[in-house]
């Protein structure tokens, strides 16, 4: 019965790829589009059957979700009221800071809301998990087509180049096609850049605001901090498009330079104190846990002067990990080739860029944005396996700048672009 309604869905899913405005709008055939949809499908199977290993099932996040879903399906099924409103309930004394990082509310709710969403597909599937793949990788599919269509209303660039920095860069296609937050946040982050972007040029219609606000919405529920990258390059991109500044790189800049002024400062102020108490605090959690792919870091506190120190250090690992004497295992191998790659890659874009490229709003917003993301996952992260997933929802956000710069023509000559 389950693997006749798989088929049902796949077809189901393959039908709306072919019919939907927003897919049909991006000028990709109806065979390219569910081409990349099944290469994510594929994806998303040997995502599951990776951490289906004995070894490793126990503790994968996406099957301790999964198996926490179907308890949450039931209540919805005989306690709806439950269900609901159980999303608010808060288990802790006091509700916490925004960004603490244990015993808050607001940390728990990524994974209650993750798993409420789970729970209610869970009754359409009939609690498949392969089936499941299907759903989220259709979203999936809207985040990047996203990205895709954006880029091509402005830049002129081979399709084909497009396509794979945006849909098959390997850690990306592996991490961002399974049945987990990381796919569902990065489609979030582009569609909130593509909606921001059509209202910046003019399409004031109201389900932009409406798309945008969910986007972002969803972003603060699944991880919240994301938006601290995310606001202030925004702020930029309107206030760029709405004067007559001349140099776009210099407002960005200056814009992540006061973020990270605001995040090294932030204990002097009872009102921004969370921001660094939670990366440090996430920083100290990773310490105590116990792992082979486990690398040493300095002592992190949330002094300024320490939050200073470590910022070098934060960088390295962010951008740099794994290094080649790191090399344990051959998963670590790939994502060294991967990573190295892309710095080449970086190197060899600095040779080629432009002045367009140094006043194109897109580039800078995604570069930007996926600077200060990185950022805070050096600050945080001390395991190989971690950094390489957290890092790679971020990769499209690079490597498609990189393309626009080495091989893109601007197609419209605005300060939106």
């Keep these: 019965m389950q693997y006749f309604l798989f088929c049902i869905y796949l077809l189901f899913c393959i039908y709306l790829i072919t019919k939907l405005d927003f897919l049909k709008k991006s000028n990709l055939t109806n065979w390219e589009l569910i081409v990349l949809f099944c290469i994510k499908v594929i994806a998303g199977f040997f995502y599951a059957y990776y951490f289906s290993n004995p070894i490793r099932i126990a503790t994968a996040d996406t099957w301790v979700y999964f198996n926490e879903s179907i308890i949450e399906t039931e209540k ?215 792992g082979n792919s486990k690398f040493s870091t300095p002592l992190l506190s949330n002094a300024p002067a320490s939050l200073i120190k470590f910022f070098p250090y934060a960088i390295q690992y962010s951008f740099l990990k794994p290094f080649p004497s790191d090399i344990k295992t051959t998963t670590e191998f790939f994502s060294l080739i991967e990573n190295y790659f892309f710095i080449f890659l970086g190197l060899f874009a600095l040779f080629k860029l432009k002045k367009d490229s140094l006043n194109s709003t897109i580039i800078l917003t995604c570069l930007s944005i996926a600077f200060l993301i990185l950022t805070i996952i050096g600050y945080t992260v001390c395991f190989y396996g971690a950094l390489v997933r957290y890092r790679s929802i971020i990769y499209p956000l690079i490597s498609v700048p990189i393309l626009l710069i080495i091989f893109a023509q601007p197609l419209i000559k605005s300060k939106a672009n």
């Excluded at 709806?80 to 159980?86: A, T």
């Excluded at 607001?106 to 993750?114: I, P, R």
């Excluded at 209202?199 to 606000?213: A, D, R």
């Design 76 to 290: 919805l099924l005989n306690q709806p009221k439950l269900f609901f409103s159980d999303i608010f309930y808060n288990h802790y004394k006091n509700v916490d800071g925004l960004f603490t990082g244990t015993n808050s509310f607001w940390n728990d709710l990524k994974t209650t809301v993750f798993v409420k969403l789970l729970a209610v597909l869970n009754v359409f599937t009939l609690k498949n998990y392969y089936t499941l793949i299907l759903f989220f990788n259709l979203f999936f599919l809207f985040g990047g087509i996203a990205f895709y269509k954006l880029i091509k209303e402005h830049f002129i660039i081979n399709k084909w180049l497009l396509i794979v920095a945006i849909f098959l860069i390997p850690g990306f296609l592996f991490w961002g096609s399974g049945v987990h937050k990381d796919g569902l946040i990065f489609s979030c982050i582009i569609l909130s850049i593509y909606y921001f972007s059509n209202i910046i040029n003019g399409k004031l219609k109201s389900k932009q605001f409406v798309y945008l606000l969910i986007s972002l919405s969803t972003i603060f529920l699944l991880r919240n901090y994301i938006l601290l990258a995310l606001i202030p390059m925004f702020f930029c991109w309107f206030l760029i498009s709405k004067t007559k500044i001349e140099s776009p790189v210099i407002v960005f800049a200056a814009a992540t330079i006061f973020c990270l002024m605001l995040f090294f400062f932030s204990s002097y102020s009872n009102k921004t104190t969370g921001i660094s108490n939670s990366i440090v605090q996430k920083h100290n959690e990773f310490k105590a846990l116990n």
